[in-house]
Structure formats: C-alpha cells, structure tokens
C-alpha cells in the first residue's frame, strides 16, 4: 500500500478503534494512539493485523496521514499534543462537536465547525480533511455492512480524494462532500442520528446520498 | 381532510408548485400564493386538482396551515408580507440559506438556521416547523420515487407530526428529527447535495436514514 503509515489519534477510542481495524485488515500499515501508551499497545495487540501502540504524539510522528478521533471536549488539547509532528502532512478530523447532555440538539461551534476550528488549531500547515461523522462506532467494528455513506470534505481535492479512497478500502462508500466549511452538514447531522436512534429505536442511523452517482473522472 | 386549508407561499415557485401539486392530488384543501394573483390564478388552473390561486398574504388568511417556499433572499419580506395572518397558525418554513454564487458552500445565516431565522421574525406567536430542504423540486413535480426522507424540524411535537403526516401523504418518508435548531443540518447538507448533483453528475441527489426504523408509538 505505497508505504504509507496512517496514525489514528485516540485510536483505543470506539471510532478510533474501529477505523484502524478496518484500515489494516485491508492491509494499510497503522499505527494508533492514546494519551497513554499502555493503553495503546494493549488496543493494538487486541485489535491485531499487525497493529502497534503508542502516545498520540509518537503516533503522529510516524505517520503520513492522520486520523483524528477524540470527543469534542478533547480536541483542542489532543491538536496541542500532536501539532509539533503535523506539518506538511493531511490531518483528517472526525470531531462531532456535540455538547452534552443535549448531544440530539446541533451546537455547532463559533468557528462554524469542528474542522474548521481543527484548521485553526493547527495551522495552515497542515492539508485539512474531515469525514467520519456519520458512522456508528459499534457497526463499523463489526464485519458486517455499515450501510452509511462517508462524506468528506476538505479544500483540497487530493488530499479528500485519498480519504475517500481510504473510505472504500475500509468497506464504506466515500464521497467527495467540497470545500471543508461543508463539514457543518455532516457534524450537525449526527446529533440528528442520535435524536433518530432514540426516536425510532434504530440501531445505529446512517446516512446515504440517494441518486445515480457517477464516479468522477479523476 | 379534517376540513383543514393549506397554504403555499410561494407557489409558483419550482418547489411550492411541486408541492402544492401532491398535496392536492392527495385529496387536501390546498391554496397558493404569489406576490402576483394573477400568477397564482394561472399556476393553480396549470397545476388542476382543485387548486386556487390567490396573493401570499390572501392565501396565509386562508390557510390553517402554511408552508413557506421561497428563496432566502425573499424570505424576510416575504414572512413580513405574511405576517399580519399567521398568529396562531403552523407556518412551515422550507427556506435553505444559499448565498449565490457560491451556492456548493454551507453558508449559514448568523441566527444559526433559516428556521431560526423565520421564527425571529414571525415572532412566538406561530408554531414554526421546517422541512423539505433537501428535496428536488423537479423530481417533486414528476410522478415518480422521489427517493429522499424529509426532515422534519420544530420545538411543537404534535406541529411537527402533522408535517410528518403531509410528507407520508406526499408520498415522500417523513421522519421527526428534533428541535428547530436542528433545521441547520438539512439547510446545510443541500449545499452538499448541489456539490453532489455537480460532482458525480447525479439529477437530485437527496438523502435517506439509513437503519432500521421503528415508527414511533405517537
């Protein structure tokens, strides 16, 4: 898989988790961390397919793309953690900026998004993308079809377009989403996910976009 | 139909008229309205099913329900318009916030949803309710699948139901999904639909939860 090293921040969290076991089974070279890397190396001896532990900020030293996948009350110190080991490469942040306790209510942050303040945190130095919002934890874990699309978003287009490649390698369908001010949509959906998994008892909401998608060209 | 008269505002419009059309065609009492009679006399004789056109304000003094289907930039003079005839009423507001001509781009308003936006200025005295942002307007008007849930936002549960209940008659899924502060995932994901529609060359993209859905007991 061309030697690339993917680093999932928060990767003993159930998104991270489920995001680096689906990534290395499709045989990409991960690493994940935690703040702690005890806790890391047990995750990955856990989760196998060659997986390894460490602290977010060794994780995000050794790799070329990064997933980012803490809460939102824990982002702004994670990006602090990692920021000395990001520049030049493509961060992808997952944070859902919901507020507990009303987490089935949209509070969207003043910077408009999750990513947008991500972007803010760590510079321009680093490409930004966003996706993942949308995903059940708990599904994505499994070996069964997640039945959600992945939207991702970012300005620019390569850099989505290795997400969106990412996306499919773990099983899911990825869409390019445009510009990362988009990822408002996305992050404000999941506390409607929420709201619907409570309302209609379902196990896990997703979304899918409805209409014959071409892929693109490039 | 219980007797009840719905009333579109804007329903000479792409996606009033659409409305409209189904709405009718399901056996409800349905007027439009135009900032022109004449418009709306015309509209409603093209459009059959026992529809009748009249002004906006005509037509929300007519209406125990309204539905609101204008472009963001008439919105505000628009509800001014229909101000006077409201109080006491549901008012459906369809508005999605696209700034032309960046209209792939979530673009919020600074009340944080259009919703929001329409509830400031129609004031408490209206049941506010939003839905049907991520509809194409052209597919509405065809008699086909429409393949798309209609959201459906408002802080008045039983308000929100009966929106509910006219998507299902409609012939469109509608689904409860929580307070009016949550219009804004809706109003922003049809930037990402219209990203969709250019992107991967997709005629009306809309969107569907995905999962098992249980209806809710009420």
């Known amino acids: 898989m061309s030697g690339e090293t993917i680093g999932i921040i928060g990767g003993t969290g159930n998104l991270g988790a489920a995001i680096a076991?689906?990534?290395?089974?499709?045989g990409h070279a991960v690493v994940i961390g935690s703040r702690k890397a005890e806790a890391a190396v047990?995750?990955?001896?856990?989760?196998?397919?060659?997986?390894t532990g460490m602290t977010n900020a060794e994780?995000?030293?050794?790799?070329?793309?990064?997933?980012?996948?803490?809460?939102?009350s824990a982002q702004e110190a994670t990006l602090a953690d990692i920021k000395p080991h990001v520049a030049g490469k493509i961060v992808v942040d997952t944070t859902v900026p919901l507020v507990p306790p009303k987490v089935m209510r949209v509070q969207l942050p003043a910077e408009g998004s999750a990513a947008a303040r991500a972007q803010g945190l760590l510079g321009d130095g680093v490409t930004m993308v966003s996706a993942f919002h949308n995903v059940a934890a708990h599904k994505l874990a499994q070996d069964i079809d997640v039945g959600c699309d992945v939207l991702v978003f970012g300005d620019d287009k390569a850099a989505r377009g290795r997400v969106v490649a990412l996306a499919y390698a773990m099983g899911l369908r990825g869409l390019h989403a445009g510009a990362l001010v988009n990822s408002a949509a996305?992050?404000?959906m999941t506390s409607i996910l929420i709201f619907m998994n409570k309302t209609y008892r379902v196990d896990g909401a997703g979304i899918r976009i409805t209409g014959e998608l071409v892929p693109p060209v490039d």
């Open 21 to 26: 076991w689906r990534l290395a089974r499709a």
């Open 42 to 51: 047990e995750k990955a001896a856990e989760l196998g397919h060659g997986l």
């Open 59 to 72: 994780a995000a030293a050794k790799a070329d793309l990064i997933i980012v996948t803490v809460p939102f």
């Open 186 to 188: 996305a992050e404000a």
